[in-house]
């Protein structure tokens, strides 16, 4: 049980930072899911958190504890490596057992944990393999297990379902979800993975270039999103960005908010364009509409539209955002806001 | 049609014939040629005076004092040799396995001993162990610590030898350890930091087990190379004092020209030790040694 505190952090590598004056509070309990873009600085995060890669200036406090001086195991903080970091030469058994090993728990107790941990994770027939044996789904768990035998006050995972299939994953994912329920710690979790992300999360941590862009809950990145940056990051196909054509405001709207439809919209934005592909994903279907030169996406539960095809793309009102010069969201209570809602009739 | 069929069986041996030839001639045909010279009373004046005594050789090899002197004192080098250079070339691997200028300064300066020459080597240190006017007895004197006889004494020469083997074979399988040390994931030391893992347990649990395959190959080759030593036998004691540094090659050497089926039969008798060791190290290291 530990809360997570970064104070004004930065990370340099070779005189480059990487992270730049980060303050973050990870709260007890939570699960926290740091998602952005590849070399934004997760696992350097992580890593601070753990100790093995200690911040260049400010300070990590774990509980309110300044914890600079602590060392990464006496912190009691666990950790599942992106690169899995499994010992090569111990057997899987003997890979799980040794930090308790090292913690001198007794053999008894040891043995009943690693039975059980790797009953959850699904080892128990490969216990006395060697890592080299196995694949890597199976290395992904012997890291998960070698983590959560040790029933940390914090759990680190630097994307630990990314090589598992579809099923196990969706597995794993409950599992962890549970998991977390049930020990009540502290998790935070890197992954790429969106539905991982608003699926787990209390909290979203959204990063890019080492500058935190937003942290809320899942519903309201999605819903509220702080710059078009996070607007696009999260969800798939991303949203639709184009320019307003008023003082350097843009306007964009979620492929999902897009109504298709064979006849004129009545709300503001909308517009007729011509189908150029469709995607159909089984339950919802992509398609990519044309308008003058630019092109939008948008996603339908109905299959009605063929490729080539005239259609007009409306989106309700409340569904529209707009962004500002500086890429901030424009609130809903700004003055301007209902004068850029008239904007988009002469879109 | 059956041309290319015949060329197509052949062409494999065809391919393989010049290094075959080369091994054939240089290496089997010596070797049975030992063998065939160790059942002969050899006389090198008038070959056809050799007479043919069937395992005398062996027999008289195996009853002889002066052979197990010297098997000893190639059993008490070898482990000497062995030990020392294992321990101290993973000592100062472990030391410069960490990649900074001065490291690697150190390390060319300990791998200098192994490009130059056994014999200026052996010749440097002859000169530097002597009793009276050499260096080493210099410094000891200055330091106010006994000093030694080195080379002059039997009971001292040995272990002379020894240093001076150790000296210039250490740098060279330090360079092998610490390549395999700079091999392992920094990763792995990590997950052993968040594992609270003292600095001792992570060598003996993590970083030996992972050098293994190495210290496995620098074991063979040099317990191999030890029961072969000769040159700095040669240089520096000539198997002396009192046979305090006759090993098993240098014994053979001595009977070079007296007794050359005694001789062959000698050699013999050491390829089949080394040969024994192997397969022994092979045994009982097989399990500890751990190849990814
Ligand atoms: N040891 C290092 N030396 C130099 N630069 C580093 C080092 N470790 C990380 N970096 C740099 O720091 C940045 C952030 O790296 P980090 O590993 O935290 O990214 P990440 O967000 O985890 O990315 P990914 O999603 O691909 O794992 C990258 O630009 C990377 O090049
Ligand atoms: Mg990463």
New binding site residues.
Partial sequence: MASIEFVNVT?E??K?E??KDLNLKIEDGTFTV?V????????????MIAGI?PQTSGAVLIDGKDVTDIAPGKRGVAMVF?NYAIYPTMSVRENIEFGLKNNKVKKAERTELVESISAAVGLTDFLDRKPSTLSGGQRQRIALARAMVKKPSVFLM??PLSNLDAKLRAQMRIDLIELHKKLGTTFVY?T?DQVEAMSMADTIVL?NQ?LIQQEAPPETIYHEPSNIFVAQFIGVPPMNIDELGVGGVKFGFRPESAIGSTEAGTTPFSIRGEVVTREMLGSETLYKINYKDTSFMIKSLEDRFTVNQQVYVSVPTEKMYFFGEDGNRIPTSHPSYSSYIEALRSY | MSRGKLWEKLRPYVMIGPAMIGIGLFVIYPLFYLIYLSLFKFNLMNRNMSKFVGLDNYIQILGRQDFYKSLTNTVVYTAGVVILTLALSLLIAVWLSKRTRVNAIVQAGIFTPHIISIVSVSLIWLWMMEPSLGFLNYILKGLGLPTSQWLQSSKSAMMSIIIVSVWQAIGYYTLILVAALQGVSPTIYEAAALDNASKVKVFRKITLPLISPQLFFILIIMTIGSFKVFDTVKIMTGGGPNNATNTLVYYIYSYRTTNIGYAAAAGVVLMIIIGILTIIYFRLMAKKVHYQ
């Fill in positions: 990370k590598f070779d480059k990487i992270i740091l952005g873009p590849s070399g934004c600085g997760k696992t350097t995060l992580l890593r890669g992106q630097d994307e890197v790429h990063m080492g």
